[in-house]
């Protein structure tokens, strides 16, 4: 079993950043691949950013490329989201996910674990 818990959001300007984090559990989580979703009102949710094991592979949602970054420090047992110029769009609950792979993972039904979220409001 591996928890995954997340924190970070909260209430922002547009034009602002945030960093958020997902801290998990266990012992091999640097076999782990590991996506940030978001789901907004009334939206399905929906991939923001994937990481493979190492770090080395990365993949964005085209809302987010330029402003968004993934990273992960397998020391740490934490996946980061640094998120830069924040626009009201991207308001939502943000999500983070885990699965057992070394490869980058990119579709939500084939995470195995989830946090609880963590909510993200940018105002205009």
């Known amino acids: 079993q591996v928890q995954l818990v997340e924190s970070g959001g909260g209430l922002v300007q547009a034009g602002g950043s945030l960093r958020l984090s997902c801290a998990a559990s266990?012992?091999?989580?640097?076999?782990?691949?590991m996506g940030w979703f978001r789901q907004a009102p009334g939206k399905e949710r929906e991939l923001v950013a994937a990481i493979n094991w190492s770090g080395g592979s990365t993949n964005y949602a085209d809302s987010v490329k330029d402003r968004f970054t993934i990273s992960r420090d397998n020391a740490k047992n934490t996946v980061y989201l640094q998120m830069n110029a924040l626009k009201p769009e991207d308001t939502a609950v943000y999500y983070c996910?885990?699965?057992?792979?070394?490869?980058?993972?990119?579709?939500?039904?084939?995470?195995?674990?989830w946090g609880q979220g963590t909510q993200v409001t940018v105002s205009s």
């Open positions: 996910a885990a699965r057992p792979s070394i490869l980058q993972i990119t579709t939500q039904a084939d995470y195995t674990y």
């Open positions: 266990g012992r091999t989580f640097s076999i782990y691949a």
